[in-house]
């Protein structure tokens, strides 16, 4: 049974930063790219950025660019989010998700919530003005 499990959100003021972690079990993690995406109230679930398996990161949204990086580590089957110079916009569920990765991909691959395979339950990160 797959499990992805977030944690790290809480309350912060702008301007701020948090670390997300996502921690997984039950798939070998290290075959699998991980992604991470938001979905604020009233709001479609957006992508954020996203990691392979081999550790490039193929993409990033414009929203978060020079402010959130993505990392992962194989052997504690974990990928983190950290999120610097946090805005009010910034606020929203965090989910990360898993796709299995063995083949070259586009970069717009992974910006689809569609193409994932697992998901986490979420974390809200809320960002104070």
């Known amino acids: 049974q797959v499990q992805l499990v977030e944690s790290g959100g809480g309350l912060v003021q702008a301007g701020g930063s948090l670390r997300l972690s996502c921690a997984a079990s039950?798939?070998?993690?290290?075959?699998?790219?991980m992604g991470w995406f938001r979905q604020a109230p009233g709001k479609e679930r957006e992508f954020v950025i996203a990691i392979t398996w081999s550790g490039s990161r193929p993409s990033v949204a414009d929203s978060v660019k020079g402010r959130f990086t993505i990392s992962r580590d194989n052997a504690k089957n974990t990928v983190y989010l950290q999120m610097n110079n946090l805005k009010p916009e910034d606020t929203a569920v965090y989910y990360c998700?898993?796709?299995?990765?063995?083949?070259?991909?586009?970069?717009?691959?992974?910006?689809?919530?569609?193409?994932?395979?697992?998901w986490g339950q979420g974390t809200q990160v809320t960002v104070s003005s």
């Open positions: 998700a898993a796709v299995r990765d063995i083949v070259s991909r586009s970069s717009t691959y992974y910006t689809r919530p569609g193409n994932y395979d697992y």
């Open positions: 039950g798939l070998t993690f290290s075959n699998y790219a």
